[in-house]
């Protein structure tokens, strides 16, 4: 694969001139990389040609950082009186000392920033701290959100350039360097930078619980239903909307909205606390009020409950928080354990209301949308995606883009038009991008006119292929956990099992103390692919943080480039093409964990900051 041969040049090419050795046998590289060296490609250059690239010792001195006894973990009032942290809120915020020049010109950044503290705000993930920033922004990682965090935040230049210089201490490597310096364009941040939009997002969660509280404090935790005596047809529910709705620049009807949804979060004051302290964001707390809002209270109250217990656990474990999208699906997960009789009342209420319904668009065309069963939709859209495949491979020419093909599928299958015959299946080799699969569609569709005897012309024999995950006592019946499908989530044990009756499946073998898949199997995968499928089905999406990108649709890149690297479970993973052209690149720096139970990896980012991650197994533990 083309993004596994980054280690081969320059540094083994200059090896290997200095000792005879054949550069062929690093294995092939691709031909922009030869003419665009990454990053740590240009690295390796510095240490074969013995350039320097220490850091100058004066820049952990006390000299070079008048303030690095405060940097390097003296937390003490005494010493960092000016963020003095109670509660939400802090007394003052002043920015700190100038640090040293950089030996190459402009403000060198805080390289020395000692151990952890402990008392680190909660947005901040603990390996931040050792990222190569300012000390301004250093102190920001001590807020917790409120008054002090924003008056941080606010002292700060916000023009498009980083203040101080990022660039590599020593000129030799920097001018060598084909990537801009992070912090000095728009596009190339500096961890800087990145801290501050995160604690910009922080102070946006703090101040949307704020203003909830504020809604519930005019209006109430509950609405109020007013009836003049004697005057029944003239009860009011709410009157206070119509005050508000002029205070707050909105109708009556979105007042309504802002109510409910205030209220809701106020009768969950865990879930107000986690979201006003910055470890979960707007988008993420919002999701939970929103998958939960059908439930009863009780039971509405448990999932919450449960939801922010992970989250908090996460965050003990300094584990990456979750995005808006993993939450959902920690939510359902949460109401699959303990709200699932619930959540089938509920189920059940809302299939009575599916419907179709059509909305104008405008310039000849309009929406078509359908209120159905979440499954029922990823097989409809996944059966399109197919059908969409089969006719780009029969139309080379490209003149219909794949949401095209999609709307065309659709017309087609509903008007009888007629339309491509869908390719036949194949298997997908080990390392090369998938074709999109269908991983829940199962039994074919009741057809319009007679259907033609299998093996005819024009009619393939096709069943589709199932990727559930279920236990083993659930798919025979002597329990009723919840499955799961990737890409969509967890689903009823009567879903999973129906699923797992028609088309064809492969098992997936988990780990009963972590849930994680240990073994794959499958009745149609050639013994070449077996460790592609464990590969993906241990890391179910793109192993860059927040992408949620499904791994049967990733490369499985070699973290270690082949041949440095072996091809085996601990060097691959699923990267999309995007992150995978990032890693190769651009500067993207991705280091494997093997050895950890969850199978752990490690991003360096160009702006220095980290990230460490593992995936969520498929089956939640005992």
């Known amino acids: 694969m083309g993004g596994d041969s980054d280690a081969g040049w320059p540094a083994e090419r200059l090896r290997a001139a200095e000792s005879g050795w054949d550069g062929a046998a690093a294995g092939g590289v691709w031909l922009d990389e030869v003419m665009a060296p990454t990053v740590q490609q240009l690295r390796e250059a510095a240490e074969v040609m013995a350039l320097d690239s220490d850091l100058p010792d004066t820049l952990c001195s006390e000299d070079a950082f008048p303030d690095a006894a405060v940097l390097g973990g003296d937390l003490s009032e005494d010493a960092l009186p000016d963020a003095v942290v109670t509660g939400a809120a802090v007394a003052e915020f002043e920015p700190g000392p100038v640090p040293a020049e950089h030996p190459g010109g402009g403000v060198q950044v805080d390289v020395c920033p000692g151990p952890v503290p402990e008392g680190l705000a909660r947005w901040v993930r603990r390996e931040w701290w050792q990222a190569p920033v300012r000390a301004e922004v250093r102190r920001l990682m001590l807020l917790a959100p409120g008054v002090g965090l924003i008056a941080g935040l606010s002292e700060l230049d916000t023009g498009g350039s980083c203040p101080v210089d990022h660039g590599h201490p020593d000129a030799v490597v920097e001018a060598a360097d084909p990537t801009p310096v992070p912090g000095s364009r728009a596009g190339y941040p500096c961890a800087c930078q990145l801290i501050v939009a995160a604690g910009w997002q922080a ?30 047809r003239a009860q009011a529910t709410d009157a206070c909307r119509a005050e508000l709705a002029p205070m707050l620049h909105l109708s009556a009807a979105s007042v309504h909205a802002r109510l409910v949804q205030a209220r809701d979060l106020h009768a969950f004051p865990a879930l107000a606390a986690v979201a006003g302290s910055g470890l979960m964001f707007t988008s993420s707390w919002r999701v939970v009020l929103y998958e939960t809002a059908n439930l009863p209270e009780a039971a509405r109250a448990r999932v919450v409950q449960r939801v922010v217990d992970a989250v908090e656990a996460r965050h003990a474990q300094d584990r990456r928080p979750w995005t808006s999208g993993e939450t959902r699906r920690a939510v359902k997960r949460a109401i699959a354990a303990v709200a699932a009789a619930e959540a089938a009342q509920a189920r059940a209420r809302a299939h009575a209301r599916r419907r179709v319904a059509v909305t ?25 995606t197919a059908a969409a495949a089969a006719a780009t491979a029969d139309e080379p020419s490209g003149a219909r883009s794949t949401d095209e093909h999609r709307a065309d599928a659709l017309i087609a299958a509903l008007l009888n038009h007629p339309h491509p015959t869908p ?19 199962t039994a074919p569709d009741t057809p319009a006119t007679p259907p033609t005897p299998a093996g005819a012309p024009g009619r393939p024999v096709s069943r589709p292929e199932i990727c559930v995950v279920v236990s083993l006592a659930t798919l025979l019946g002597c329990a009723d956990a919840p499955g799961e499908v990737p890409g969509l989530g967890p689903i009823d044990a009567d879903v999973a099992r129906a699923l797992a009756a028609d088309g064809r499946w492969r098992w997936w073998v988990t780990d009963p103390a972590t849930g994680q898949v240990t073994v794959t199997g499958s009745r149609t995968y050639t013994p070449s692919a077996e460790l592609a499928r464990l590969i993906r089905a241990r890391e179910p999406h793109c192993r860059m943080p927040g992408c949620a990108r499904r791994a049967d649709l ?19 993973g699923p990267l999309c093409r995007a992150h995978h052209n990032l890693k190769t690149h651009h500067g993207y720096a991705l280091a494997n964990h093997p050895n950890t139970q969850t199978h752990a990896w490690k991003w360096t980012f160009p702006s220095g900051l980290t990230h460490t991650d593992q995936p969520d197994p498929p089956l939640p533990g005992p």
């Open 423 to 441: 390719a036949p299946e194949a298997d997908t080799p080990a390392d090369t991008p998938a074709t999109p699969p269908t991983p829940a569609d």
């Open 203 to 232: 102070v946006d969660s703090w101040v949307q619980v704020g203003a909830a509280a504020s809604l519930v404090g005019a209006a109430g935790a509950v609405p109020v239903v007013a009836t003049p005596a004697g005057f029944a």
């Open 554 to 572: 990733c490369d499985l890149d070699h973290t270690t480039p082949y041949p440095h690297g072996r091809t085996d479970a601990d060097n691959l």
């Open 360 to 384: 104008p668009a405008g310039d000849g065309m309009a929406w078509l949308s359908g209120y159905i069963r979440d499954v029922d939709a990823h097989r409809i859209y996944n059966r399109l």
